[in-house]
């Protein structure tokens, strides 16, 4: 079945690259996301990538895609104390209308 | 104000009640879900709607049930409520846009004594 896999923490120094790893089994997923949850608050959409592409960055985020070993990463430069919060990897699910989430990633940033 | 919104925030209840959680959007989108968050486990889908007439059951739905009484509106009812229901529910609305971002409600903590 379809599986999404991370590891649960992850901490880095104020300034310094956090870089959060993801692995999936669909190999048919046509787009993959990246969720950011903050305390107390429910997922949003941080940023997403179409499955033909490599790589997109936007802003301090670059999202890496290698579709061969099914790995998703995410990398936060510069990262700040508000940069603290849960990291959700996320697949389209087969049939287009699911959304599989991992586990999901908490990130510790310490000043 | 917020686009998708879940009432109560936190309930306390006990083993055997009849619970609903309920989800209200402004977003105008046709499609909502339930999910369920544990800690360690990430979101499980516990059913989604696609309009008023169409419910589908998603990972986890035993012991579930749902109300899509408009295209607003999503409720997600347990009918006798046990422990192990204990967790964060989330509902979810999305456009069905062909990367189908969903946005979440603030979540309503349960704890079933």
């Known amino acids: 079945g379809e599986d999404v896999e991370q590891s649960l923490f992850l901490s880095v120094r104020e300034g310094d690259s956090s870089v959060i790893n993801c692995t999936y089994t669909d190999s048919s997923s046509t787009y993959l996301y990246w969720y950011k949850q903050e305390p107390g608050a429910g997922l949003q959409l941080l940023t997403y990538?179409?499955?033909?592409?490599d790589m997109k960055q936007d802003q301090r985020l670059t999202v890496l895609l290698n579709k061969k070993d099914k790995h998703l990463s995410l990398r936060i430069a510069d990262t700040q104390t508000g940069d603290s919060a849960i990291y959700f990897c996320a697949e389209k699910g087969t049939g287009g209308f699911k959304t599989i989430f991992g586990a999901g990633t908490r990130l510790f940033v310490k000043a | 104000d917020a686009d998708v919104t879940q009432t109560p925030r936190n309930r306390i209840t006990k083993t055997g009640k009849r619970i609903m959680l309920e989800c209200s959007q402004t977003?105008?989108?046709?499609?909502m879900y339930w999910y369920r968050q544990d800690p360690g486990l990430g979101l499980q889908l516990i059913y989604y709607s696609f309009d008023v007439k169409d419910i589908n059951k998603g990972e986890i739905s035993d012991g579930y049930s749902v109300s899509r009484q408009a295209q607003a509106k999503f409720s997600l009812s347990l009918e006798s409520a046990i422990p192990n229901q204990t967790a964060l529910y989330f509902c979810?609305?999305?456009?069905?846009?062909?990367?189908?971002?969903?946005?979440f409600g603030p979540g309503t903590r349960l704890t079933v004594l």
């Open positions: 979810a609305t999305a456009t069905g846009s062909s990367y189908n971002e969903q946005f």
């Open positions: 977003k105008g989108h046709d499609r």
């Open positions: 990538i179409f499955s033909n592409m």
